[in-house]
C-alpha cells in the first residue's frame, strides 16, 4: 500500500539536498536490484535546482544505466531554452555519462513530427508503451513533480480535460493558462505509475494549495493532490510551503 510523507525544511536549499541525498539512494538501491533505474523529471525553479546539485555530486549512480523521461515539455522548437529538456540538459544530464538513446525526449514543434502536438503525444506514449514490459509506460523509480500555486503538476492545470484524463498516459494540450499555450504532459494514470512519486514545492505562495492537497482536495481542482506513487508519495516542503499544514 502507498505511503503518504510530508517533510518540512528551513528553506528551499535543505529541501534540496535532502531530495539529492534520498534521490542517491532510491537509484542506486533500483540498479543494485536490477541494474538499471527510471526517472522522470519535471521543470521548475525547484527540479532544476535538485538537477545542479545532483550535478555536483550524484554518489554512485551509474548514469550509464539510468533511463531519463519527461513529465512534460512545452511544445516548442528544438533547442529553445524554455523546453525542460533544454534547461535539464544544461543542468545535469550534459555533464553526466548517460548514454543518448537513454534520454526520452519529448518531440520539438520543429521535430520529426512537424507542428503537430496529438501526434508528438502519440509518439511519446509509443516510447513509454516501449519500454515498459506489456504495460502503458515503465513502473518508473521516481517521478519527479514540482508545483504550481494553483496546484498544477506536469502540464495539468485544474478544471482541464488532460487532469480529468483517465484513459491515456499522454495527451497534448493546446490552451495551457501558463505559456506557452502548447504542451504536452504525462497525466496522472502515468504519474500513478511511479513507484515514488517526490513534489518538491518552495515558497509561501503556494502554501495553501499544498494544505488542500495534502488534506485530500479534487485533483479536478487541485492536480497535485491526484499525484500518488505505487509504493510512496513524498512532499519535500520549505517552511513557506508548508506554513498551512495543521491550520484549520
Not at 506557452?180 to 500513478?192: D, Q
Amino acid at each position: 500500500m502507498s505511503k503518504t510523507s510530508v517533510l518540512q525544511y528551513l528553506d528551499s536549499q535543505a529541501l534540496v539536498d535532502a531530495a539529492r541525498s534520498r534521490f542517491v539512494d532510491v537509484v542506486t538501491a533500483a540498479q543494485q536490484e536490477r541494474g538499471s533505474a527510471s526517472i522522470v523529471l519535471t521543470g521548475g525553479g525547484t527540479g532544476i535546482s535538485l538537477l545542479e546539485e545532483l550535478r555536483k555530486d550524484s554518489g554512485s549512480i551509474d548514469w550509464a544505466n539510468v533511463d531519463i523521461y519527461f513529465g512534460d515539455e512545452r511544445f516548442l522548437p528544438g533547442g529553445d531554452p524554455e523546453r525542460n529538456e533544454v534547461q535539464a540538459s544544461e543542468a545535469l544530464l550534459d555533464h553526466v555519462d548517460i548514454h543518448p538513446d537513454r534520454v526520452f525526449r519529448m518531440a520539438a514543434s520543429d521535430g520529426p513530427h512537424g507542428n503537430d502536438p496529438y501526434v508528438a503525444a502519440a509518439a511519446y506514449a509509443q516510447i513509454l508503451g516501449s519500454h515498459s514490459d506489456g504495460e502503458h509506460t515503465p513502473a518508473f523509480d521516481i517521478h519527479l513533480l514540482g508545483m504550481g500555486g494553483e496546484g498544477h503538476i506536469n502540464s495539468l492545470f485544474p478544471h482541464t480535460d488532460a487532469v480529468r484524463e483517465k484513459v491515456h498516459y499522454v495527451v497534448a494540450v493546446e490552451d495551457s493558462p501558463k505559456p506557452p499555450p502548447v504542451r504536452i504532459t504525462l497525466t496522472l494514470p502515468a504519474i500513478r505509475r511511479a513507484k515514488h512519486v517526490w513534489l518538491l514545492v518552495a515558497g509561501t505562495g503556494k502554501a495553501e494549495t499544498v494544505a488542500a492537497a495534502v488534506g485530500g482536495a479534487d485533483p479536478d481542482d487541485i492536480p497535485s493532490a491526484g499525484a500518488t506513487g505505487s509504493e510512496s508519495t513524498v512532499w519535500f516542503l520549505d517552511s513557506g510551503a508548508a506554513s498551512h499544514l495543521g491550520n484549520d
